[in-house]
């Protein structure tokens, strides 16, 4: 039997591999893979509710059930809060950020989308969370809102879990994006997916292409050449679930702005940078459509963006369209 390298072990290897490190990023680390383990119970109970008592009603035992975003959303606050390792958070489903008193200077915030995939949630289709850790950069005793709209390139590490057919946790602290499938028998994480390396090309578009006719010129003749061309479609409508399968089997995943959504609909801070950071890391690029997302200087919290993701080339030819309609437009 090959030795199991499980997801904690990892972490302290990769840690005794930099001198300097003071183990406070490992941990952090493995708070956020015992928040994930908790939600991953939940999410597997999902369909039970029915059975149990519907989201924001009472169950049969009169306990509140709580929507599973929310319930999520609340797991990681309260796992990040007893961490110690980290003085603030922000969340997509919160207004604003929370700074955490901890017993010393802790020195990293988090920013994470609990439960990614919202329309998906009920109906046992593949849903994720999505986390960014960034050092914070200011002094004060509290942390500020600078310390959260630093550059996606700022990123210490990056990650996500993948509640699919299986729960999955990629993440990356900028030396490689490593994998780890959750065996449920022994509750641990571990390692199945070391190294992951994105394919220069492949043939897979994923878009919402019922948007087409709201799609900017650029996007709509990339969308018109993937059609014409020896390509296949494939589209879960879980950023998360998504940007997986483009990491593994190669591809492009792409939101552009729409009318209604100018900017976009994918948030920078909580989706994009995240997932940027690993397609990077993996040997893939992300930009939004022009320019190099991990580069974009974030102004609020919720900030959204275009993004176009996935195999080196294809995000390259995906621009190139882009570049092309604001030549003929502009
Ligand atoms: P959410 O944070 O409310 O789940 O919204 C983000 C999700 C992404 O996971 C997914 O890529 C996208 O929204 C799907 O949007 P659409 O239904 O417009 O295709
Ligand atoms: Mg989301």
Redesign the pocket.
Known sequence: MNKIISLDEHIIQSQRNLPYATGELSSLLRDIGLASKIVSREVNKAGLVDIAGRADTENTSGDDVQKLDMLANDLLISCLKNSGECCGIAS?EEDTFKPIKTHKQSKYIVLF?PL????NIDVNVSIGTIFAIYRRQSYDSQCTIDDFLQKGVKQAAAGYVLYGSSTMLVYTTGRGVNGFTLDPSIGEFCLSHPNIKIPQKSNIYSV?QANYKKYPSGAQAYIDHCMNSDYTQRYI????A?VHRTLIKGGIFF?PATKSKPKG??RLLY?CNPLAMLVEGAGGKASDGKNRILDILPTELHQRTPVFLGSPDMVDEAEAFIRESLSVYS
């Open positions: 997509e989308d990614d995939g919202s329309s919402n409508g879980s950023m998360v998504d939101y609909k994918l989706e």
